[in-house]
């Protein structure tokens, strides 16, 4: 038969089994330590399990290839676009002194506010 003690701990409550010969579950093997070589064996053998396989490697570079020409195609165009708009000496100057930064970060700034100076500041002071 089965007995189980109760045993209170402050507002919780352990229900403790005692270990006599209950026909439900077998008695537990006493535990041997085996010196963690078990849990060992068990992390280092999931590591060596996996190999890439060159396949899968190939198709993540020709991936990561298209990716990085699509980009830099994009810029390119970019670029372009940027070196059609035309801009004032003026307002790049007026720039350059106002915001004391390099001549091509400001003309770089006016470029993509499509030579609105004033546009072109706010987003340098911001």
């Not at 992390?43 to 991936?63: F, G, H, P, R, W």
């Amino acid at each position: 038969r089965c007995e189980i003690d109760m045993a209170t701990e402050g507002d919780v409550e352990l229900e403790l089994e005692t270990e006599t010969s209950c026909p439900e579950r077998p008695p537990e093997k006493p535990r041997k330590h085996d010196s963690g070589a078990a849990d060992l064996e068990r992390v280092t053998d999931y590591a060596e399990e996996k190999e890439i396989q060159s396949s899968n490697l190939e198709t993540a570079m020709s991936v990561i290839g298209d990716r990085r020409s699509r980009e830099q195609k994009a810029r390119q165009e970019r670029e372009k676009e940027l070196a059609k708009v035309t801009i004032k000496k003026e307002d790049l100057e007026l720039i350059m002194t106002e915001m004391e930064i390099s001549r091509a970060a400001a003309e770089r700034s006016l470029r993509e506010h499509m030579g609105n100076v004033v546009e072109a500041l706010i987003a340098l002071t911001n």
